[in-house]
Each structure stands twice: as structure tokens, then as C-alpha cells.
């Protein structure tokens, strides 16, 4: 029994580390192109304004805090169902 809750505990750390990792690859490609790119978005323009503008302004903010609510979201599902495997369920 014990080494089985090691296992689960091991599995989960796994899902959670992949997870975060995934979000953090999202996050550094997004601020990295926003900068990076800045020259070239700015002859783009969406809603009005230049792609690199709106990205410094309020774009990546939104997907920062989309990235937050995946990773509330995500890992509540994750323990969840770690909970109803250690109760049998």
C-alpha cells in the first residue's frame, strides 16, 4: 500500500511539473516574441493600434492571466482526481 502511494504521489508531481513547465514555455514565448518582434509588429495594426503596442499594453497581460486560470483550473482537476484514487473512488 505504501509503495502504491508513492507511485500516485510521483504521478502527480510528474503531471504537475509537466504542466508548469508547459505554462512557463507559453509565458517566456510570449513576453520573448513581444520584444523580440516588437520592429515587426509594429506594422501590424489590430483594433486600431500597432500588434507590438497592443501587446505591451494589455495583450500579454491578458494571455498571463489566461495562463493563470489554466493553471488553477488544470491543477484543481489534478488533485481532484488524485483525491477519488487514494479514496478508491
Given amino acids: 500500500m ?3 502511494d508513492i ?3 510521483a504521478a502527480l508531481w510528474r503531471r504537475t511539473r509537466r504542466l508548469t513547465m508547459t505554462l512557463l514555455a507559453i509565458w517566456f514565448g510570449v513576453t520573448f516574441a513581444a520584444i523580440f518582434f516588437a520592429r515587426e509588429l509594429a506594422g501590424l495594426t489590430l483594433f486600431g ?3 507590438s503596442f ?3 499594453a494589455q495583450g500579454a497581460l491578458l494571455i498571463y492571466l489566461a495562463i493563470v486560470g489554466i493553471y488553477a483550473l488544470a491543477m484543481r482537476r489534478l488533485e481532484a482526481q488524485n483525491e477519488s484514487d487514494n479514496h478508491g473512488g
Fill in 2 to 4: 505504501p509503495h502504491r
Fill in 7 to 9: 507511485q500516485r504521489r
Fill in 54 to 56: 497592443y501587446m505591451a
Fill in 49 to 51: 493600434w500597432s500588434v
